[in-house]
């Protein structure tokens, strides 16, 4: 059974910084290339960061330069370290596979950024 849990989420001030975690399960995840997704209020899901199992990467345009994405295969985690971030960027944040599976969502992570 494939499990994604996020984790790091939480309520920060606009320039701050914070760090996700993914923790993957049930998957080959050293095969598998990864993304994290964004859920703003109001607003569908959407792709902010992908890696691919060679490590390359991939960023949304008003993400690029403030977020990076890395992955530890060894660990079967990976993560999303996001700094200067702006109040834009809050939203639930989950991970998936890129493409994403629609059985695999987890609850995903919170991440709110005031003003």
């Known amino acids: 059974q494939v499990q994604l849990v996020e984790s790091g989420g939480g309520l920060v001030q606009a320039g701050g910084s914070l760090r996700l975690s993914c923790a993957a399960a049930?998957?080959?995840?050293?095969?598998?290339?990864m993304g994290w997704y964004r859920q703003a209020p109001g607003k569908p899901r959407e792709l902010v960061a992908a890696?691919?199992?060679?490590?390359?990467?991939d960023y949304q345009a008003s993400v690029k330069g403030r977020f990076t994405i890395s992955r530890d295969n060894a660990r079967n985690t990976m993560y999303l370290r996001m700094d200067s971030l702006k109040p834009e960027d809050t939203g639930v944040y989950y991970c998936?596979?890129?493409?994403?599976?629609?059985?695999?969502w987890g609850q995903g992570t919170q991440v709110t950024v005031s003003s």
């Open positions: 998936n596979t890129r493409p994403a599976s629609d059985v695999w």
């Open positions: 049930g998957i080959i995840f050293k095969f598998s290339a």
């Open positions: 890696i691919t199992t060679s490590d390359r990467t």
